[in-house]
């Protein structure tokens, strides 16, 4: 037996048979919410660059804010197959939850966390080409 005082458990422990080091078991969002999110982007990009993509400028400033967005879920994307496979989503399963730091969370509350953002960027790009079609301008 050793003097030094015993570590405590991290604390979280995976389920993940790949684990290693205490790493968390991956983002745990199924694909739908991913692909929704990214759906949700795309509305918005194409909806300002329909309103507002009139010169040279603008056209640039949105191609670069393009490839942010690009980054971020390749980003993603890339951190999430490096690792490796992992479990399904538990939000797949019939009444699967999400463990989160303030609890269980259900597969309709994630996704109203998740992409609330998203949705209102994709309303705001509909908007402007709404607004720009019927200003007829």
Request: proline share 7%; with cysteine; net charge positive.
């Amino acid at each position: 037996m050793s003097d030094l005082p015993a570590v405590p458990p991290p604390p979280y422990r995976s389920n993940d048979p790949y684990e290693t080091s205490g790493v968390q078991a991956g983002f745990q969002l199924p694909r739908s919410i991913w692909r929704a999110m990214l759906a949700c982007y795309a509305v918005f990009f194409l909806g300002i660059f329909a309103a507002i993509g009139r010169d040279a400028a603008t056209v640039m400033m949105l191609v670069i804010s393009g490839l942010y967005m690009l980054m971020f879920f390749g980003t993603a994307k890339l951190l999430n197959t490096q690792k490796g496979r992992e479990h399904d989503s538990p939000l797949g399963r019939m009444g699967g939850v999400l463990d989160t730091w303030t609890g269980p969370m259900d597969r309709r509350t994630v996704a109203a966390q998740i992409l609330a953002v998203p949705a209102g960027f994709a309303f705001l790009g509909v908007t402007f080409f709404i607004v720009r079609a019927t200003a007829g301008f």
